[in-house]
């Protein structure tokens, strides 16, 4: 059983030994989210992200648009890797197709005593970072509904819960993120939360992509609901041959997502709407492969991707 704890949300009066140093690699939506969060709770955090983004948190830090208010917050942000230096933690938030050329990028410039966090979809990317960095990195279960509303403006559409493994490090950790306003909770099971977590993606991601849709307007769809159980079925499949247990009802987690988070797009969606690569072959892509190799048939699966890809082709780069 999970256990979410958070403190409440707004700048907290830290002793000097309970701040830490964060570096966020890879801000993005998610990343400029928790980046916030922690740097309201009195956290010191820099933002490493793209040139028109970090411009802007410089100039007037990042405005957080969140489900309980609105706030301007100050933080150091950077264009270059060299800012995770001295880092206590690294949250890392770049695209899965980006894992071993961002982590390439870092490496020269992470502390002996810096713990990384793995915040991205997928369920592999903590492994192929590790292998990258010659060290460990924690794979982190990120619930959370946020977007880019612009250069310097993260807007949130709901939840805000992490799932990481236990152990001392990520316990001693643990405190800032409940302080900020952030729940967090410890699983044993990390590996299964991955894989309920890239079943979700893989019911939603593709199919708001193609609509261009929010998730509560997409599952109002005729035969949309069919689509997704075959999608889930088959994610359900590779994932016992795989011999990965999927905790909790799964069908269930999918359905009351269109229910938290009806006006959310997928981030597949938000690539694509912003001319951008996505992470598909790492969703519906990476149920397609393991499938192949394990011998379960997924072609809905199968189908959603191959759309996708079509669709990226098809979108001019911005």
């Known amino acids: 059983m999970l256990s979410f704890s958070a403190g409440a949300a707004g700048v907290a009066s830290l002793r000097k030994e309970q701040i830490m140093k964060i570096a966020v690699m890879g801000a993005g939506a998610v990343g400029s989210y928790y980046g916030a969060m922690l740097a309201r709770g009195g956290q010191e955090v820099a933002l490493i992200g793209r040139p028109a983004h970090v411009e802007a948190v410089q100039a007037g830090g990042l405005v957080l648009e969140a489900t309980f208010g609105r706030f301007r917050v100050p933080m150091r942000a950077s264009t270059d890797a060299s800012a995770v230096r001295d880092a206590d933690l690294v949250l890392f938030c770049v695209k899965s197709t980006d894992t071993e050329a961002a982590g390439r990028e870092m490496a020269p410039h992470l502390a002996p005593h810096t713990q990384v966090w793995s915040l991205q979809n997928g369920v592999d990317n903590a492994e ?28 949130h559409h709901g939840r805000g819960e992490l799932v990481v493994p236990p152990g001392p490090h990520s316990e001693r950790l643990a405190p800032a993120f409940t302080e900020a306003g952030v729940p967090i909770a410890f699983s044993e099971h990390v590996r299964g939360a991955l894989w309920a977590k890239l079943i979700l993606n893989c ?16 599952v109002q769809g005729q035969g949309v609901e069919a689509v997704m159980r075959d999608v889930v079925r088959e994610c359900l499949e590779v994932a016992r041959a795989e011999g990965v247990e999927v905790p909790g009802d799964v069908w269930e987690a999918v359905r009351r997502i ?32 393991r499938g192949e190799a394990l011998g379960v048939p997924t072609p809905v699966n199968r189908a959603l991707w191959a759309l996708v890809r079509l669709i990226e082709r098809q979108v ?3």
């Open 128 to 155: 192929r970072l590790a292998a990258v960095l010659g060290r460990p990195v924690s794979p982190a279960v990120v619930y959370v509904a946020v977007e880019l509303a612009g250069p310097g403006h993260v807007r």
């Open 203 to 218: 019911a939603y991601n593709a199919l708001s992509a193609i609509t261009r849709l929010p998730y509560g307007v997409l």
């Open 258 to 289: 269109a229910q938290t988070m009806p006006s959310q797009y997928s981030s597949t969606a938000q690539d694509l709407m912003r001319g951008k690569p996505t992470e598909i072959d790492h969703l519906n892509g990476h149920v397609v492969a």
């Open 316 to 318: 001019p780069a911005r």
